[in-house]
């Protein structure tokens, strides 16, 4: 079992910059992608970014202002959000996609507890 922790959410104004952390920890496991999820009040959780093997994948939204980057070898990822708009205001959660060993078809998907992120002035 892979467990998530995130961190550095909170309160910004517009325009400003966030930058969440998230670290996997457990035994046994290894982790094929993580990737930043959010979900605003009355709204459906949304992908807002991934990353594996180097690759990277971002939501429309995210595109030219958030940068997804991992530590593969601390099982870590981190999202740079800049220029945040009041629309970025959500719960943003950590994901992480694992298996038992590397080359596994069987993949097990992880969440993190959430983190708030607020903009506002």
């Known amino acids: 079992q892979v467990q998530l922790v995130e961190s550095g959410g909170g309160l910004v104004e517009p325009g400003g910059s966030l930058r969440l952390a998230c670290a996997a920890s457990?035994?046994?496991?290894?982790?094929?992608?993580m990737g930043w999820y959010r979900q605003a009040p009355g709204k459906q959780r949304e992908l807002v970014a991934i990353i594996s093997g180097g690759r990277t994948i971002y939501s429309d939204f995210a595109k030219g202002r958030f940068t997804i980057s991992r530590d593969s070898a601390k099982n870590t990822v981190d999202l740079q959000m800049n220029h945040l708009k009041p629309d970025d205001t959500a719960v943003y959660y950590c994901?992480?996609?694992?298996?038992?060993?590397?080359?596994?078809?069987?993949?097990?998907?992880?969440w993190g507890q959430g983190t708030q992120v607020t903009v506002s002035s």
């Open positions: 994901n992480a996609d694992w298996a038992y060993y590397s080359g596994s078809s069987s993949h097990f998907p992880s």
């Open positions: 457990g035994s046994g496991f290894v982790i094929n992608a």
